[in-house]
């Protein structure tokens, strides 16, 4: 008897695990969706073009990225809250939305001088958080040794990314090959976290975690694209 309900026990919970894995990747698909929706009204909208360009004048991008870090950070923790679903699904949107603002000028510029690169940078993308999805899925290793040294990237590529905007200097397309590749063990890192770490109740905190680290991935391949064009 005790052997049967462990049994049916242990169906239970990956029933349950199989439905939270199936929610996060539908949430983040429809994180996409919404990402595009929004991102393509902006860049039909006047006033948003204009504001783009006001975005990336002077010391002005410096502030649209400690706002979008401040956004970024209360969006994680509504996505995380146990308040109410509602409020994370809030955190998810609010998050979406604060991404398409801050690619709107890089897209813009994208459209403008190569729009080729849009799609084949979503390609790439899609490929390659694919593989390392599946990577995940196949092995089912656990990650969660690389949150340390995402933490400290993080750090070093946001100084780097300061230092760029206030002294005037680009950081060049190996600064963009090193963050894909950040971006990967970002991705890594997350898809690990959905198959051990999240709580079957944080599928909508999961969905976001996925959603920015392949947003990530994405900037950076389609800024490498575009300096292959000059």
């Known amino acids: 008897m005790y052997t049967e309900n462990a049994f049916e026990s242990g169906i239970a919970a990956a029933s349950a695990r199989s439905e939270f894995i199936r929610k996060t990747y539908l949430n ?15 860049m039909s909208w006047q006033p948003a073009v204009e504001f783009a360009a006001r975005m990336v004048n002077g010391g002005n991008w410096l502030i649209v990225l400690l706002a979008f870090m401040g956004v970024s950070w209360l969006a994680n923790s509504w996505a995380l809250s146990a308040a109410s679903l509602g409020k994370q699904y809030a955190g998810l949107y609010l998050y979406v939305v604060a991404e398409a603002v801050i690619f709107l000028p890089l897209l813009l510029v994208a459209e403008s ?5 849009i799609p084949q940078a979503a390609i790439l993308t899609a490929a390659l958080s694919g593989g390392i999805t599946a990577y995940v899925f196949i092995t089912k290793k656990d990650f969660s040794y690389l949150g340390t040294f995402l933490v400290i990237g993080s750090f070093v590529a946001l100084g780097l990314i300061v230092c760029a905007v206030l002294f005037g200097f680009s950081l060049g397309l190996w600064f963009s090959a090193a963050m894909v590749v950040f971006a990967g063990i970002a991705v890594l890192y997350q898809t690990s976290a959905v198959l051990h770490q999240y709580q079957n109740s944080q599928y909508v905190a999961a969905a976001l975690g996925l959603f920015a680290a392949i947003a990530l991935m994405f900037w950076y391949i389609l800024q490498i694209l575009m300096g292959s064009r000059r």
């Open 28 to 42: 983040l698909a429809l994180a996409f969706v919404a990402f595009i929706g929004v991102e393509a009204l902006l």
């Open 113 to 117: 001088y190569a729009p080729d690169t």
